[in-house]
């Protein structure tokens, strides 16, 4: 099984980035999808998630409103369009699968990507 996390960089405050992770080695239909992020020093934290039905979706408060996460299950590729970052967005992020049910906590994650690093500043 291999996610393989790709889309970030170096953005400035109010830019966007899209994050994608493709995945193999797994049933990408069968597995709720998520995305994690983690600052330096701190723990790993649930961003948003996208069960395997795509019929629902749930995501942190504070990118409410500012990310969307999706999926194509052609490419079984996972997606975070992140819109109007700030700096306390910058962090490692990381995607997670769950064969079964949605993912809310880290601690539901089968599992976990490769990161790719977000850095937010002007």
């Known amino acids: 099984v291999q996610l393989q996390a790709s889309g970030g960089g170096l953005v400035q405050p109010g830019g966007s980035l899209r994050l994608s992770c493709v995945a193999s080695?797994?049933?990408?239909?069968?597995?709720?999808m998520a995305w994690f992020r983690q600052a330096p020093g701190t723990e790993r934290k649930f961003v948003a998630s996208i069960d395997r039905s795509d019929s629902r979706t749930f995501y942190t408060d504070s990118v409410k409103g500012r990310f969307t996460i999706d999926r194509d299950y052609a490419k079984n590729t996972l997606y975070l369009q992140m819109n109007s970052l700030n700096p306390e967005d910058t962090a490692v992020y990381y995607c997670a699968a769950r064969y079964g049910a949605a993912i809310m906590r880290a601690v539901d994650v089968h599992r976990w990507g490769q990161g790719t690093l977000v850095t937010v500043s002007s």
């Open positions: 080695g797994l049933t990408f239909r069968m597995n709720a």
